[in-house]
DNA sequence: GTCTATATGCTGATAGAC
DNA sequence: GTCTATCAGCATATAGAC
């Protein structure tokens, strides 16, 4: 697991916390990305929970701890969602594996990917460490193995983080600006096809990009 | 000029006036990327821009103005930086254009990128009506345009409308991540050749995903 | 575990002296 | 135009009855 805090929670459990702490952090989450952290009231996230304020209080004890629960299911998920870049897989299917994962996890928990994004734009005030950590060590890991193909003469001589940075952006666009996209394209929801669309869509460019297809 | 707002501002002239709206709109933005529209205090602002907080408020009556103004700034920015896609070009110098112009803003004023995508990641609440005349217009024009080309065999047979959120979502990313960027790549702040090396990077990918280049 | 009542502090905004 | 003083409201968080 990927620490955010150095305070570690001591697990309590039982039913009716499980789900009162889920439920609340799931309003919580909703109530964060619309209003901001200050502007999320602990009463309006007990409002979204269906629960009175001083219960949310209770199982999280204050505001910031309910906020660092949801980063650090946050860094979790990314954790997981974020397929690897395997040295065997060669570069075409490694990078068909990293977008189709990245782009599966934008559709399937926007509101996860819109938290990460606004901690960071905001100056990266909690994530921080695990940004000079954790992603630094990532990131150099995974473009020393682009190197190491385009040295082979396997892909084009592209910079590997720079590519990194491309999918990234490019997949995760598509969970932070949901509102606009749906906007701009005069549609209510996404939709099951729209994953497969888009996967397709970015992997064929990016590929090309690379000079891993025609 | 885009229209964020139905009211309009009065415009009163003065030099002292000017330059305190101009530190004023200043010390907000800062203050609305790092601390959130509800987080940043009136206070905060006027202690940033170095006036006493009644003056903040007489300039522009209260917070949200403040707010309305910026936004409107970032509009016209945007409006003014996206580079043109211009039949005429052809797709390969258009796609060029556009990139460079967008990475150029994204690098040269990262702050206005911010609060843009602040307010898109939140829900758009104030700039919903911005994406569904203007934004959907412009992107629907301009993918026409895309359509042209691909339907006259120019470039490669990609979704435009993709093309242009690749395109946006790519080069903002610099803009709006510019920390976490920074932060693994070990550096304290962009340079000059950077823009240079960005563009590049994303224009060799893009033009070759669109079987602009080999 | 659940909920009511309340303490304490900070916020946006205004009134009015200079 | 500039600034001080002040108010009314809402926030977090806690104490303690049930």
């Not at 799931?26 to 309006?44: H, L, M, N, R, W």
């Not at 729209?194 to 000079?211: P, W």
Request: hydrophobic share 40%; aromatic share 10%.
């Amino acid at each position: 697991m990927i620490k955010v805090a150095a305070k570690e929670t001591t697990k309590k459990t039982g039913k009716i916390r499980e789900k009162s702490e889920y439920n609340i952090l799931q309003a919580a989450q909703a109530e964060f990305i619309i209003q901001g952290y200050k502007g999320a009231s602990v009463q309006s996230i007990a409002d979204r929970a269906q629960l009175p304020k001083a219960n949310v209080l209770y199982y999280f004890k204050n505001k910031e701890n309910i906020y660092h629960a949801i980063l650090q299911l946050t860094l979790d998920m990314w954790d997981q969602g974020i397929g690897d870049i395997k040295l065997e897989d060669g570069p075409q299917m490694a990078i068909e594996k990293i977008i189709a994962a990245k782009v599966k996890m934008s559709f399937k928990n926007p509101n996860a990917s819109k938290i990460y994004a606004l901690e960071i734009i905001q100056g990266a005030q909690h994530l921080k460490d695990f940004a000079r950590t954790y992603l630094r060590k990532w990131v150099r890991e995974k473009a020393k193995v682009f190197q190491h193909w385009i040295d082979n003469g396997e892909m084009a001589d592209v910079n590997p983080v720079n590519l990194i940075f491309l999918i990234w952006s490019s997949t995760q666009h598509y969970a932070d600006f949901e509102t606009q996209i749906l906007t701009i394209m005069n549609r209510a929801d996404y939709e099951e096809e729209d994953i497969e669309q888009v996967t397709e869509f970015l992997t064929d460019i990016i590929l090309r990009g690379c000079k891993l297809k025609q």
